[in-house]
């Protein structure tokens, strides 16, 4: 019995078979010089293997997909290191990204009628979109599947719906480490300085926090956990607070560099010694962290390898693979500097 007609190669059968990203190649498509020769060859020669012909029969100009990834804060030091993973990555798959902040109408609420954010990208061709440590509703989620638009949320304040795709860190495990690092050092008053309540991540370095203490045999002092926006100004009023109190905390765990940095600074305002005094241990592992006085003890993000993971998570979604899991999680690791110490004793503040 004769065989059918062969069935026409695209540009997802030929990538595939040369193992290389469809991105790549468009580039050798195109003409691009930015493609190496081996590289180049597997390409071209899967091209003639699959008899690969461009729909009009002729070749055309294949535009490399262009993505938006968007911040909250697009200035701070945490955006700056996943912004330097998602640059990395979109070099080297060959995508154009747009950089920019979360619409203020957007995120002060759901999608209006009004406020077509999902519509405008779409019809300003991007292929899709990378949200950074933002709070994103349901109707706006829909909005995006709606009009075709992939999406993976880094660090998510929230999900609203578990099919979310999206890139963070062991915040849970991240949460028990730093707390067993102060319990190790003799600590027993340890206070958590959190993030907004309602987002994910700090709940779960809570969680970790909390589980540590019951692990240790000491009871949870609901007194002294506070919570505010990851930032200095917040950091400062929550240490504030929590040095205010009569029986004070020996050691701190802060939900970020920039809070960890706050409670340092409300801690220098009372004459207080870091880490003679107070320990301090923050969640980041940003610039900042290393630029403190004294440098900050943190759990490390690894902010840019979540930015990288993102960028290859959204360009599968583009073109069409299945994902292994919508949650990916990347682990988290205690590093020890200057700014956390052994217990004060008993009545030496």
Excluded at 141 to 166: K, Y
Excluded at 220 to 234: I, Q, T
Excluded at 262 to 274: C, K, N, T, Y
Aim: net charge negative; charged share 20%; glycine share 8%.
């Amino acid at each position: 019995m004769p065989a059918g007609p062969r069935k026409r190669a695209t540009l997802a059968t030929v990538a595939e078979a040369a193992g290389v990203s469809l991105p790549t190649v468009s580039k050798v498509l195109n003409g691009r010089a930015d493609v190496a020769a081996d590289t180049r060859a597997q390409v071209e020669a899967a091209l003639r293997d699959l008899a690969y012909v461009p729909q009009n029969g002729r070749r055309t100009i294949t535009p490399s997909p262009l993505v938006d990834i968007v911040f909250d804060d697009l200035v701070s030091p945490y955006a700056l290191e996943v912004l330097r993973g998602v640059t990395d990555a979109t070099a080297e798959f060959g995508i154009d990204v747009v950089v920019g902040r979360m619409p203020a109408a957007e995120s002060a609420g759901p999608l209006t009628a009004e406020n077509h954010w999902a519509q405008r990208l779409k019809s300003n061709d991007r292929s899709g979109l990378i949200v950074v440590t933002s709070e994103l509703s349901l109707r706006q989620v829909e909005s995006f599947e709606n009009a075709g638009l992939p999406l993976v949320v880094i660090d998510p304040l929230n999900l609203p719906r578990a099919e979310v795709t999206s890139v963070g860190a062991t915040n849970w495990s991240g949460g028990i480490t730093a707390t067993e690092h102060l319990l190790r050092l003799g600590h027993r008053r340890i206070a958590f300085a959190g993030g907004p309540p309602g987002a994910s991540c700090s709940q779960a370095r809570l969680h970790g926090y909390r589980a540590a203490l019951e692990n240790a045999g000491v009871a949870f002092d609901p007194e002294l956990v506070r919570h505010g926006k990851f930032g200095h100004p917040d950091g400062l009023d929550i240490g504030d607070r929590l040095l205010a109190l009569a029986a004070p905390p020996t050691a701190v765990f802060a939900a970020s560099d920039a809070t960890a940095l706050g409670v340092l600074e409300a801690a220098r305002r009372r004459g207080l010694r870091v880490p003679q005094d107070l320990s301090v241990i923050g969640f980041d592992d940003t610039m900042l962290a290393r630029l403190a006085t004294p440098p900050l003890t943190v759990i490390r993000q690894p902010l840019q390898d979540m930015g990288r993971v993102a960028v290859r998570t959204l360009l599968k979604l583009i073109t069409g693979d299945t994902l292994d899991s919508h949650h990916v999680e990347l682990a988290t690791q205690l590093v020890v500097r200057e700014s956390t110490g052994p217990a004060p004793d008993e009545g030496a503040r």
